[in-house]
Antibody, heavy 124, light 107 residues
Framework: QVQLVESGGGVVQPGRSLRLSCAAS????????MHWVRQAPGKGLEWVAV????????YYADSVKGRFTISRDNSKNSLHLQMNSLRADDTAVYYC?????????????????WGQGTLVTVAS | DVQLTQSPSFLSASVGDRVTITCRAS??????LAWYQQVPGKAPKLLIS???TLQSGVPSRFSGSGSGTEFTITISSLQPEDFATYYC?????????FGGGTKVQVK
């Protein structure tokens, strides 16, 4: 079955960097667009970034543009989020999520599989 | 950018009640809207795609409707496992966006 497992969260000081990973299994990873979504403590969901199945198209939320970089390694079935210049308001549980159908495009498929999330806390 | 406004933010209801949650988009998004359910400590679960298509395994008491700028999700007879937070999501254009959420709690 589809499994997504995030790792790399932790406590980090403001201005520092952190790299999250998402290990995928149970499906052909290279066929699916992948997203990062975050949720601050006690708050709602916030879409962060997307990378198309082949890595050719990437979009970011304005709140992370220029600071975060999404990438994928289809040979290793892994998704990554490099987070630089972290701020207190980046504190959240970060989820990786898979699109509902293979082959990225329009309209954007919603997310049918999610990881369990990894907590990032930015604090001094 | 498309913004989504959900109402109400909180909803108190009892088992057996009919519950409706509304999601309004700041501009027309055709039927490119999804609904998720999230229980505390867990990842969201996709319930409905394309405004009204129920995901496999989702009970038929859930239904979605709408197009353009106004959408609803209805639970015809609330069950104990339905007490959760519900989010709408627009998938019409980037940046994607979620509504602020509606927490369905016990009356």
């Amino acid at each position: 079955q589809v499994q997504l497992v995030e790792s790399g969260g932790g406590v980090v000081q403001p201005g520092r960097s952190l790299r999250l990973s998402c290990a995928a299994s149970g499906f052909t990873f290279s066929d699916y667009g992948m997203h990062w979504v975050r949720q601050a403590p006690g708050k709602g969901l916030e879409w962060v970034a997307v990378i198309w199945f082949d890595g050719t198209i990437i979009y970011y939320a304005d709140s992370v543009k220029g600071r975060f970089t999404i990438s994928r390694d289809n040979s290793k079935n892994s998704l990554h989020l490099q987070m630089n210049s972290l701020r207190a308001d980046d504190t959240a549980v970060y989820y990786c999520a898979r699109e509902e159908r293979p082959g990225s495009g329009w309209p954007v498929p919603p997310f049918d599989s999610w990881g369990q999330g990894t907590l990032v806390t930015v604090a001094s | 950018d498309v913004q989504l406004t959900q109402s109400p933010s909180f909803l108190s209801a009892s088992v057996g009640d009919r519950v409706t949650i509304t999601c309004r988009a700041s501009q027309g998004i055709a039927n490119y809207l999804a609904w998720y359910q999230q229980v505390p400590g867990k990842a969201p679960k996709l319930l409905i795609s394309a405004a009204s298509t129920l995901q496999s395994g989702v009970p038929s008491r859930f239904s979605g409707s709408g197009s353009g700028t106004e959408f609803t999700i209805t639970i015809s007879s609330l069950q104990p496992e339905d007490f959760a937070t519900y989010y709408c999501q627009q998938v019409n254009s980037y940046p994607l966006a979620f509504g602020g959420g509606t927490k369905v709690q016990v009356k």
